[in-house]
Each structure stands twice: as structure tokens, then as C-alpha cells.
């Protein structure tokens, strides 16, 4: 009796944690930034959990002078979490932006770094909003060790005119190395336009090449989420009692 009560116990206990209509995401990892202080801002903290946000691809030469990273939290209504909003560009005595044409593929944009250890099924959301003048198009990529990142996904295009993009969503539930993974990253990045009169070179929100002076992007909302991965010894003792291993108790 006590094996049957113990096994029925078990699988009541991994239906309810495994139905559908209870199972829920967890927040690994989020980045609103309503909780910080407008200004310049390279490495805004998370509102939930830890990791990493830094821009990319700001500090440069393709300007003359010389772009420096000087991304910002500001005022930006219009997103899911919509009082801030993180600005991703660069700063300088002249008249670029950091904002590029000459700038590689994928090499502009925001990367953020989350240590996914215990969870798997992980997903990724965000808001994006460039501006009239900024990128019109977008890449995530991934990459379960640091360094070697990855595209997923369709190249995203921007709004025909500015505004909030929310709750872009990139599901990497099907790749099991990012699950479990300390060194897990995303990257969310400039692409060429794939398509039109000017395809193969970055465009805005119009179609027409940037001008390498103006335009950026805004990031709010990313948050990295996935579920709990079970505890080895509940899989253990749910398997044994389905094939009947458990040990029953004489006397």
C-alpha cells in the first residue's frame, strides 16, 4: 500500500506540474529598465534575475571622428514596460552616431548574457522601436559559449514609420545546447536589407540607405525565459514506478 500510495502521490505531483494548463514560463532573466536613472548607461543592470546587457558595435572609425559607446536609459512610452527605455548609439565631437554604413553585418545592435543553468525550453522576447533614421533591419543571434554566435530566425524590419515593435519573440526551445548553459547569450543586431532597391546595405525606416549621422535604436522589454528543468530524483522514482521497480514493503 505504501508503494502505491507513494507512486500515485508521484504522478499526481508530476501531472500537475506537467499539464499544459498549468505549466507556466519562468522569468530567467528581464530587462525592463523603468527601475534606473536616465542618463548614459553601458551596462544596464537587470530588473529580475542577473546577466549582462552591453551595446554593440558603437565605439568605431567609420566616422570621422571617432564614435565612443554612449548608449542611454531615457523616457519612451510605448513599450510593454512603458515608462524606459534603453538607447543604443554612440557619441562623439562630429557628426556620427555610431550608427554605420561601412559597419559589417551583424556587428551593431545589444548582446545580453544569461547563465540559463536549471532550465530548459528557453524563449526569448523583446520590444524594439528604431527610430525614423536608424536600422530598418534586425538579426538574433545566439551562443552557448561566449563567443561563437549563431543567427535564428527571420531578419525582423522595423515599422514604415517609428514606433514600438513589442513582444518579438524567438524560440530556442528546439536547440537543447542553450538549455542548462552558463555561457548562453543572445544578440540582437543590424542586418542589410534583404530585398528592394537597395538591397545588401543598411536601410531606413523609408528604405533609403542610413546616413551614418543619425537614427538609432531602442530596446525595452527583453526578457530571457524557460522552464525548470526536474530534479533528477523525481525522474528517478517516476520512472521506477512506472515499470513497477519499487520495492514493497513485507509484513
Known sequence: MRRSYLCALLFSSAFAVASPAMVQAA?????????????INNSPAPTTGSGTASPLGMTNSFTSPASTTSADVL???????????????GGGTGSGNGWAAAAPQYSQGSQYLVDTTGYEDIVLTYDWSPTTMGVKHQQVQYTTDGSVW????????????????????VDLSTIPAVDNNALFGVRIVSAYAPDGPNAGQYVNLAGNPINSTSGNWRMDSVVISGTLIPEPGTVGLLAACALGLLPRRRG
Open 27 to 39: 522569468t530567467i532573466t528581464a530587462f525592463t529598465f523603468d527601475s534606473l536613472t536616465t542618463g
Open 150 to 169: 549563431t543567427n535564428i530566425g527571420l531578419i525582423v524590419a522595423g515599422p514604415a514609420t517609428e514606433g514600438w515593435v513589442n513582444g518579438i519573440t
Open 75 to 89: 523616457n519612451n512610452p510605448g513599450s510593454t514596460t512603458p515608462t524606459q527605455a534603453w538607447r543604443i548609439r
